[in-house]
C-alpha cells in the first residue's frame, strides 16, 4: 500500500499534467497576467455552473469575503451574525471593516450554524445593544451547506442578507442547487487544499444582483469607476491572477469527479466508523463537497497520536473557537458561551479524504480508527 497523505496535489497534477501546462503556457505567451482572457472565461463557467448570473474571481478566499461586505457597505456599528467554530478569516473581514461579529452557536451534527441560536442572537442584538443587525455570515463547514432554508427565511423576516460562507463547500449542493447558489451572496476560495484549489491563493464571489456584482469588479480593482485611473469607493488590489484562472480551468474538467469520489469515500468511512465514532451527518437533500471527513472521537489527541504512529495523517479543524481566541477577546465571552462550539473544537478530528486515496487506503484508515478507538477506549 502506498503511504497515506493528508492531501496529494501531486497525484492531482499527474492527471491533468497535458492541459494544465498547456494553459499555462499559453498564459506565459500573451502576458496578459492581469485579468487576462483566462479570468473571463473562468468566470463564465463558475457563473454557469453554479446558476447564477455574476460570479467574479477576485484573490483569496478571505477578499471574497471582504468584497461581499464592502459591497453591502459594511462598517462601525454593523452587526454581523456568524458562528464562532469556523476558519477565522469568515470573522476576521468584520472586525476589520469595523463592524461587530455577533456569534450564534452551531447545530451539533452539522457543525453549521444553528438557526434557533441565531434568531436567539437576533433578537438579543435587537433588544439589547446598539448595533445595527445588517446580515449572516452562515459557514457551509467541512463542505455541507448550511441550512440556508431557514437561514434565508430568518434573514428576509429581519431584513438582513445572507453571505455564504462556501470557501468549503465548492461542488457540494442542496435541494440540487449547487452551492453559489445558495444564498444573496456566496464567497469561495481556490486555496490549494480547498475541494477545488488553485497553485496559490485564490477566491470567487458570486451573486445575481447587477449592482452588487459592479460592485465586486470595482472592489477588487481599487474601487475604479470607468478604470482603474477613476475611483469611485475606497477598493483594493484584489483580483485574481491569469495564471492562477488558467490553473482552475484545467482542474474543473475533473472536479466533478473528484467531488463523486470524495463522496464515495465519506460514504465508506461513514459505514466503517457510525457505530465506533460521531460519524458527519449529511441531510437527504444535500451533497458535500467533503473539504474535510471530520468526525468526534474522545480522547482526541490520544487517538490522532496513534494514528500518525499507524501512517495515518490527520488534522483538527478547529482547536479553539473564535470566541475564546486571543483577537476576540474584547467581545468579552467565556468557556461556556457556546458550548456546542466548544465541545466540537475539543473532539473534532480530520480523517484524509481526498480524492486519491484508494479502497485499500480508506479500509486501512477505518481499521486503524477502529483500533485506536478500542485502545483509548474513546468510542463515542
Ligand atoms: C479557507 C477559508 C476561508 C478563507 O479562504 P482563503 O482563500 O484562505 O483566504 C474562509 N472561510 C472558511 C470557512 C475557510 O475554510
Known sequence: MQPISFLDLAAQKEKIAPDLESRMAAVLSHHRYILG???????????????MKHAV????????????????????GDAIFTTPFTFVATAEVVELLGATPVFADIEPDSFNICSKALAAQID???????????????????????????????AAQHNLFVIADAAQSYGGSLNQKPVGGLAGISATSFFPAKPLGCYGDGGAVFTDDDE??????????????????DNVRHGLNARLDTLQAAVLLAKLPIFDEEIAARNRMAKAYTDGLHNVVATPVVPANAVSAWAQY??????????????????????IYYP????????????GHSVGDFPVSENASDRILSLPVHP?????????????????????????
Open 37 to 51: 482572457p483566462e479570468v473571463q472565461e473562468l468566470e463564465e463557467i463558475l457563473a454557469r455552473r453554479a446558476g
Open 57 to 76: 474571481t477576485c484573490s483569496s478566499g478571505t477578499d471574497a469575503l471582504l468584497l461581499a461586505l464592502m459591497a453591502q457597505n459594511i462598517g462601525p
Open 124 to 154: 438579543r442584538v435587537n433588544k439589547e445593544s446598539d448595533l445595527t443587525p445588517k446580515g449572516v455570515i452562515a459557514v457551509d463547514l467541512f463542505g455541507l451547506p448550511a441550512n440556508y432554508a431557514s437561514i434565508n427565511d430568518l
Open 212 to 229: 452588487i456584482a459592479n460592485a465586486f469588479t470595482s472592489i477588487r480593482m481599487h474601487g475604479k469607476g470607468t478604470d482603474k485611473y
Open 294 to 315: 471530520s468526525i468526534l472521537v474522545e480522547n482526541r489527541d490520544q487517538v490522532a497520536a496513534i494514528l500518525k504512529e499507524a501512517g495515518v495523517p490527520t488534522a
Open 320 to 331: 479553539k473557537p473564535l470566541h475564546l481566541q486571543t483577537a476576540y477577546a474584547s467581545h
Open 356 to 380: 486519491y486515496l484508494d479502497d485499500e487506503q480508506v479500509s486501512f484508515v477505518i481499521d486503524a480508527v477502529c483500533d485506536a478507538c478500542s485502545k483509548t477506549k474513546s468510542a463515542i
